[in-house]
């Protein structure tokens, strides 16, 4: 029992000295407790928390997701390689947001319909300045959606697009039939419209979107806005850049409840925008402070939570994060305007701590969109040629995704501090949901470099039979897959935890993900 009790305890010792009599009075062992009240749930985790991102950047679309119809030997379905149709699949990735980023505010939608030898092509002006040939557009993204079983999330053009084009837009991909652009798409091929819910009208407006301040881009809004027909569109306005509450702020208080349904919000985790360091050689000093700005994300979500709520006490309108993730300097010798970055056990611990603040304020926080799928920032799958593999953060989601949809569980935990040198951070990071089959899933995190820590979960208002569990952990923080040794990172069967009859106790590696299932 005593053994028991010191190798599964935190141990930080808490040494009480007497005044009067100098001596030590006690040593005390304090562990990390977490209470989770099973019967609490109060509202859903929008799936869509889980959403990603793929922008015509680098080889996200050309080479990632599409490899096109001719002289290939990759299997592909339309152009789209098989092999990441069944990872995403797997993934269960609810929805996907499409065609940028930087490059939407470019993006001319007419020139990427029809046959593809006829189609204009552009300078891809923020990224790499490639020539885009638009063999990759609107039918393929949309078909690829209906074949991954995901919601397709379309960024409009508002920065040298006009409100005409966007109309158009939206009536070339929703309506039945008889409208001029409906009949067109008929043309095109596809006769039945595709489903489109959710629209971002225009991406980041305060920057490469068009440089406005966030007093003209509202009034931009509401003219965008006013001509969406139809009441099943989820309109999205442009967000914050990080901690900019006076966007947000104006959002809320110059766009009426009845033309919004979600402002946007983008925060990267980066050390440095000057000097952000190697994806893969890092040192302890650099892992610190990505887990800094990462965690940085709870800050920011409550803030500008806060002021939305000032606004819209029945939080009708969601918080949006449609760009997140670790960005680093990009893999030496390729393009610097490609942005291909490999991903560690380090941007493991970014996504699962990420998607657990998420989880934990999904009362506000309804979709999110993790930059970017394929071979692009933190990626969920990278490829080369033919070859294909899934990334650590690949995993973290797909671990994950026991939470789309399921009812959010409050806990409450005392945390502990990972701490180096001057600097320090939470070490544990935890959010727990109920699924619709009435199953408990726990994720929790232990970002400490060094230290592994010991939480007891105390589940109450519910009796268990089975704890089950899987962990995603490594040897290094800097080790990734590769090519060559695709699955050094992957996936276990989880065995570190004891149970009680209403508590489990669980030994976290250090820098390691677990997601636990309790019946
Ligand atoms: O994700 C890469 C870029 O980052 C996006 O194009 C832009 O919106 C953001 O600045």
Request: charged share 20%; proline share 3%; aromatic share 12%.
């Amino acid at each position: 029992m005593l053994k028991y009790f010191l190798h599964n305890r935190i141990t930080f010792m808490a040494l009480t000295v007497s005044l009067l009599s100098g001596f030590v009075l006690f040593a005390q062992t304090i562990g990390v407790k977490a209470v989770i009240n099973a019967d609490q749930g109060k509202h859903q985790i929008s799936r869509h928390i889980y959403g990603h991102f793929s922008e015509h950047l680098g080889r996200c679309i050309y080479g990632g997701f599409y490899v096109g119809d001719d002289n290939t030997k990759i299997p592909h379905v339309d152009g789209v390689r098989k092999d990441v149709i069944a990872a995403l699949k797997h993934m269960k990735i609810p929805n996907l947001r499409w065609p940028g980023g930087c490059f939407a505010d470019t993006y001319h939608w007419k020139d990427g319909i029809g046959p593809k030898a006829d189609r204009p092509t552009l300078v891809n002006r923020w990224w790499g300045g490639v020539i885009e040939d638009n063999s990759f557009g609107t039918h393929d993204f949309l078909n690829l959606c209906e074949e991954l079983d995901t919601e397709p999330y379309l960024a409009a053009n508002v920065g040298s697009g006009t409100v005409q084009e966007f109309i158009d837009w939206i009536q070339y991909t929703t309506h039945e039939s008889q409208s001029p652009m409906a009949e067109l798409r008929k043309q095109n091929g596809r006769e039945k419209p595709w489903k489109v819910k959710y629209w971002g009208i225009g991406n980041e407006v305060w920057g490469c979107g068009g440089n406005m301040t966030a007093e003209y881009y509202a009034n931009v809004y509401k003219q965008y806005a006013t001509f969406m027909d139809g009441k099943e569109f989820y309109r999205i306005a442009s967000g914050a850049n990080v901690a900019d509450y006076h966007w947000t702020e104006v959002m809320m208080r110059d766009i009426p409840k009845r033309m919004i349904e979600g402002v946007a919000l983008h925060h990267y985790s980066v050390i440095d925008w000057n000097n952000k360091g190697s994806a893969t050689e890092f040192s302890e000093e650099e892992y610190m402070i990505t887990m800094q700005r990462a965690l940085r994300m709870d800050e920011l979500v409550t803030r500008h939570s806060t002021i939305m709520d000032k606004y819209d006490p029945q939080k009708s309108v969601g918080l949006i994060v449609d760009e997140w993730g670790g960005w680093y300097n990009v893999e030496p010798g390729t393009n610097p305007g490609f942005l291909y970055q490999q991903n560690t056990m380090r941007d493991a611990m970014i996504a699962g701590v990420t998607l657990n603040i998420f989880n934990n304020h999904s009362d506000r926080v309804r979709m999110a969109n993790l930059a970017q799928t394929i071979n692009v920032l933190q990626a969920v799958i990278l490829t080369d040629e033919e070859k294909m593999l899934l990334t650590p953060t690949y995993h973290v989601l797909t671990m994950y995704n026991v939470h789309q949809d399921a009812s959010w569980l409050p806990v409450d935990f005392n945390n502990v501090d990972y701490t180096f040198k001057d600097k320090k951070a939470p070490a544990i990071s935890i959010s727990a949901s109920k699924d619709a089959a009435g199953a408990i899933h726990v994720s929790l995190v232990n970002i400490d470099h060094s230290k592994k820590h010991s939480v007891e979960v105390d589940i109450r208002g519910y009796d268990f039979k089975k704890v089950t569990g899987t962990i995603l952990s490594s040897a290094k923080v800097q080790d990734h897959n590769t090519f060559d040794n695709p699955e050094k990172i992957k996936t276990r069967e989880f065995k570190g935890f004891k149970t009680s009859k209403s508590s489990v106790m669980v030994d976290l590696p250090p820098f390691s993900v677990v997601v636990l299932e309790i019946k």
